[in-house]
């Protein structure tokens, strides 16, 4: 089974930056997406960015610039470097892989918490 380890979370104030940081233990194909969502208390997790196995990314409107993801095909490692943090930025960050063929498999990543408060 495919283990997802994630870090880099914590508290940062209001236009600080955090780099989270998420690597897979193994993967059963080559072809995958990873990425980060996003969850905050009594709210729907949603995207925040993704990048496919060939390098192409998307990120949430929300995201305005601030965020980039990056990913290190070689390790199954993917990073998610967020500046200009807001307080709407408070949530738990969780990493995601999904295969990208068909019949592929998705994993989840047991979260880490983003804080941003003054």
């Known amino acids: 089974q495919v283990q997802l380890v994630e870090s880099g979370g914590g508290l940062v104030q209001p236009g600080g930056s955090l780099r989270l940081s998420c690597t897979a233990s193994?993967?059963?194909?080559?072809?995958?997406?990873m990425g980060w969502y996003r969850q905050a208390p009594g709210k729907q997790r949603e995207v925040v960015a993704t990048m496919t196995s060939d390098g192409s990314t998307n990120y949430a409107d929300f995201v305005k610039g601030r965020f980039t993801i990056s990913r290190d095909h070689a390790g199954t490692t993917v990073y998610l470097q967020m500046r200009s943090l807001e307080p709407d930025d408070t949530a738990v960050y969780y990493c995601?892989?999904?295969?990208?063929?068909?019949?592929?498999?998705?994993?989840w990543g047991q979260g880490t918490q983003v804080t941003v408060s003054s």
């Open positions: 995601h892989i999904a295969g990208e063929l068909r019949g592929g498999t998705a994993f």
């Open positions: 193994r993967i059963i194909s080559r072809f995958y997406t």
